[in-house]
């Protein structure tokens, strides 16, 4: 079973409010992803690292913005989150490239 | 650009039915293929992978061959159980692109007793 974990796993907000989701894992895995997944299920890289001080963004433009200060820390924060943030964000990790990637339990955040 | 295509869903069986979930890919470089399958509530956890040309994956029952020539990777099942309700999920990466995966649309599958 994989060692990542993300809290909260729900949030429900208001408008122009500053959030920041938790993703950690126990692993010692260099790459971590953040993916956006839409009602309608398709999930986009919107952010992801190669290992401690490095960010890139990923495929789909996002407003959030993450940090890697630590290895088992990726951190994605909203600075004043909208209704159309409103998804499911799933933290995944792997070894390499092209290795299998573990997924988080996600977390569904509801902007009202 | 490289991208998934998926059956689309939802699927309904009846238990005990046989199970096949197309997927095809295009892709620049020489991709490593997967499926992932989520639960409801959860987020994705992998059922099999393939990382080279004839390579079957297979898991839970589960098994899919990276074909190739006809750029695809077939989810199969001989039988499948109320237990398999979840949406599954075909997805490549290729090394040297930032270790990103692409998915599929994702195709519900519901099975019925």
């Known amino acids: 079973e994989a060692d990542i974990y993300q809290t909260p796993r729900y949030l429900v907000i208001g408008t122009g409010k500053k959030i920041t989701l938790e993703c950690s894992q126990t692993m010692g895995h260099d790459k971590m992803y953040w993916y956006q997944q839409d009602p309608g299920m398709e999930l986009h890289l919107i952010h992801y690292?190669?290992?401690?001080?490095?960010?890139e963004k990923g495929d789909l433009s996002s407003e959030s913005t993450v940090s890697r200060i630590r290895t088992e820390h990726f951190p994605l924060t909203l600075e004043s989150a909208r209704p159309s943030h409103t998804s499911q964000y799933l933290c995944?990790?792997?070894?390499?490239?092209?290795?299998?990637?573990?997924f988080g339990p996600g977390t569904r955040l509801t902007v009202l | 650009g490289d991208s998934v295509t998926q059956m689309e869903g939802p699927v309904t069986l009846s238990e005990e039915a046989f199970l096949t979930i197309n997927c095809t890919y295009t892709?620049?470089?020489?991709?490593?293929l997967f499926w992932y399958v989520q639960y409801p509530g959860e987020g994705l956890q992998l059922l099999l992978k393939a990382t080279k040309a004839d390579d079957k994956g297979s898991n839970k029952g589960f098994e899919a061959t990276y074909r190739k020539e006809t750029t695809s990777f077939h989810l199969e099942k001989g039988s499948v159980q109320v237990s398999d309700s979840a949406v599954y999920f075909c997805?490549?990466?290729?090394?040297?692109?930032?270790?990103?995966?692409?998915f599929g649309q994702g195709t519900e599958l519901s099975v019925k007793p």
């Open positions: 892709a620049t470089g020489y991709p490593s």
């Open positions: 690292s190669y290992g401690v001080n490095s960010t």
């Open positions: 997805a490549l990466t290729v090394y040297n692109q930032g270790g990103k995966l692409i």
């Open positions: 995944a990790s792997s070894f390499n490239e092209a290795d299998t990637q573990y």
